[in-house]
């Protein structure tokens, strides 16, 4: 099973949140649902840009590697050059 280091966006925050996850599509979920505690104050988050790894392991070390530039034109840049 593969693991994803996610991106996602809310414009009534005008934030983006990164994390990393085992599904996807359940993880959106509970973002929206209020579950983590950073993105509980929106529940308008969409998933803007996500990244596969083998491991956990993988996964954690670049969602540490985005969060460490503490840049959002570099998270903007990472959206845009993906498609």
């Known amino acids: 099973m593969a693991f994803h280091v996610y991106i996602i966006f809310s414009a009534k925050l005008n934030k983006?949140?990164?994390?990393?996850?085992?599904?996807l599509d359940t993880r959106l979920l509970q973002h929206n649902g209020g579950i983590s505690t950073?993105?509980?104050?929106?529940?308008?988050?969409?998933?803007?840009?996500?990244?596969p790894f083998p491991t956990r392991e993988d996964a954690h070390k670049r969602e540490l590697e985005i969060k460490g530039k503490k840049s959002r034109k570099y998270i903007e840049w990472l959206i845009s050059s993906a498609g």
């Open 16 to 23: 983006y949140y990164v994390g990393y996850t085992e599904n």
């Open 38 to 51: 950073f993105t509980a104050k929106a529940n308008d988050w969409v998933l803007q840009h996500s990244e």
